[in-house]
């Protein structure tokens, strides 16, 4: 099968053999080499050196702890939004009591940095700022080296949702300001789904320190006094902790520049591949996404008739729209373990499957 959905994503051999080893004590000494040793390798490739903690659940787990170890009911939100979990991050703010100023963009584009550095100009009681680093839901990668920049001057803490872009998408935690930065394990990482990251920045540990919203099990406080130790405060996902070791290695071996390198040159060959036979890309080719690729259907296509012959006649799995985009979009997923082979295997069912559904590109 040819998984080409933005995650979860295929997982290598090795990673799948690493997940069949015993249990260990997670309290033990083989534990505490393994989360030193994991950590020490996320903190590279996030390109920090702030704490960054790991957490079993899902990315919206960490989008949520984000929000409630930083925050007080009633603090003022910038979030900043071009599509669905954008719209996810600013709903979580909402649901714990914060006091959410939306700042909405087009699905199909990105974050304009200077109406952000306005809204902040004009409203400088807003605590924080929630951005999404790439919006999956409609293949756009935010330029957050210049949303970085207009945030800095301000006191609001940068709170990153960068769940299918870090380690795929170039993202320096430090040098741009991110103060928080969620990833989840079964995007770029190449492991299952499970397993939440986040960076956590001196100035948002200063947040943490008056942060009121409730928390327990997600309270990055407890979190830090446990690594210290090289523990966890609860039991880890220790099978999801033997994969994200091995590819950790698999990643290391090649370099993040080579992993960022390598997902650059597959999305800009699948996007053109795409434009050549005659379809289009969602976004403008400057904040295209390097992760996933979303293309709108043309005029008459019905994507879930397109997406079941994909599936059923040449068992390649992509993904649909979502939201408002449900219909009128079909995304392709490259991110993580992906080659040129598993691209062209889409492209080539793509030439043969589009024109039996009626499409018939403009001569150019
Ligand atoms: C996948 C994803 C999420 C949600 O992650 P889950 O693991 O499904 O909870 C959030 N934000 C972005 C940008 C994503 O790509």
Known sequence: MNLRIPGPTP??????????????????????????????????????????????????????????NTLSPGDRVLAVSIG?????????????????????????????????????????????????????????TNDLRAIGEVVRPHKALLIVDAISGLAAIDLQVDNWGCDVVVTGSQKSWMIPPGLSFVSVSPAAWEAHAHAKMPRFYWDYSGAKKFLDKKQTPY?????????????????MKEGLQEVLERHRRLASYFRNSVREMGLRILPEERCASNAVTAIPVPEGINVKELRKILREEFDIIVAAGQGKLETKIFRVGHVGYVTKEDLDDVLRALKVVLPRLGFAPALR
């Open 84 to 140: 669905s979990f954008g719209d996810r991050f600013a709903e979580i703010a909402r649901v714990f009591g914060a006091e959410v100023v939306k700042l909405d963009f087009e699905w199909g584009t990105s974050a304009d940095a200077g109406a952000i550095a306005a809204k902040l100009e004009g409203d400088p009681s807003i605590k924080a700022v929630l951005v999404t680093h790439n919006e999956t839901s409609t293949g756009v």
């Open 235 to 251: 039991t880890p996902a220790l099978s999801l902790y033997y994969a994200l070791d091995e590819a950790l290695n698999l990643m």
């Open 11 to 68: 997982v290598p051999a090795s990673v799948l053999q690493s997940m069949s080893k015993q249990m260990i004590d997670h309290r033990g000494e083989k534990f505490a080499e393994l989360i030193a040793s994991v950590t020490e390798r996320l903190k590279y490739f996030y390109q920090t050196k702030n704490d960054v903690l790991i957490f079993p659940s899902s990315g919206t787990g960490g989008m949520e702890a984000a929000i409630v």
